[in-house]
């Protein structure tokens, strides 16, 4: 009985520090929209009321007219995020099937060298990343972000990549050898199709990471205005002598759209990818 007691206590302090966090981390997107729903005519009230007196909706239309390259600079951002996950992905499959599966003497260095790599925070490889693409005449280019972008990306996709894959028999592989397939046939028709819930998590990782990375990449990246992301166009709204609050803030509620909408898509698949490697 007491200890019924206990866990019921637990379980309910649990859902309430829960709500708390939940509550704590909510707060800047929910002031996001009250401002973005706030008329411009208003004024700035200091405290932000709760509730705004006045709603509208204009404010979304106002950030098209203040950029109107605003749409472009969306595109841009999901130009990359893409480019970032699909290359993320290109790599990291071929790099976990030989960590998981091959035993080699840099085997175990390596691993730790990767998930060391994942240390690094863009800002700090920003003039090495600037040197090595310049060198290579990929300076205002697509390819320079997404290249850059999966830098920070690949080695935790790696590694999510190689927990996943030792949980898939080895067996299975053992016999589609027997049967003629080779280690690159195995990959394709077997590894991939039994890795998806991994494969959709390590993609929405890589795009979310990616879509985070791109203000600080494009600073010396790309200098292209046609080609900026939404983080570096977010700075339109920004004059001399003053800041368009409201549309600012819907600019910003629309170009959280996508990675919002990817992630409640795929929302099922990315917690099973992550948590079924852990399980062996």
């Known amino acids: 009985m007491k200890r019924s007691t206990t866990r ?3 379980g309910i302090s649990y859902q309430i520090l829960a709500i ?70 290109l790599i990291a499959i071929p790099a976990g099937y030989s960590l998981a599966r091959f035993r080699y003497r840099l085997r175990s260095p390596m691993m730790v060298f990767v998930i060391y790599a994942n240390m690094f925070a863009p800002i700090m ?7 090595i693409m310049k060198a290579f005449g990929l300076i205002n280019t697509y390819l320079s972000m997404i290249l850059a972008g999966s830098v920070f990306t690949i080695p935790l996709s790696t590694w999510l990549s190689v927990s996943y894959m030792q949980t898939i028999p080895v067996e299975i592989e053992e016999a589609a050898l027997i049967d003629g397939c080779t280690p690159y046939s195995i990959i394709h028709r077997i590894v991939i199709p039994l890795m998806k819930p991994a494969l959709v998590a390590i993609f929405i990782y890589a795009f979310i990471t990616g879509w985070s990375q791109q203000f600080t990449l494009a600073l010396v990246l790309i200098s292209n205005d046609k080609m900026m992301p939404i983080t570096q166009g977010l700075y339109q709204f920004f004059s001399r002598s003053s800041v368009s609050w409201g549309p600012l803030m819907a600019a910003i509620l629309i170009s959280t759209l996508i990675p919002v909408t990817l992630f409640l898509l795929v929302e099922k698949y990315i917690v099973q990818g992550l948590t079924s490697g852990s399980i062996k």
Request: proline share 9%.
């Open 8 to 10: 019921k206590v637990k």
């Open 20 to 89: 708390l966090f939940s509550i704590f981390m909510l707060i800047p997107i929910y002031q996001a929209l009250i401002t973005a729903l706030t008329p411009s005519t208003s004024g700035w009230i200091s405290p932000a009321p709760l509730i705004p007196r006045a709603i509208t909706f204009g404010n979304f239309l106002d950030a098209f007219q203040l950029v109107q390259r605003l749409p472009i600079y969306i595109l841009n951002s999901f130009i990359y995020g893409i480019g970032v996950s699909a290359f993320s992905l």
């Open 125 to 131: 490889l920003l003039v090495p990343l600037y040197v």
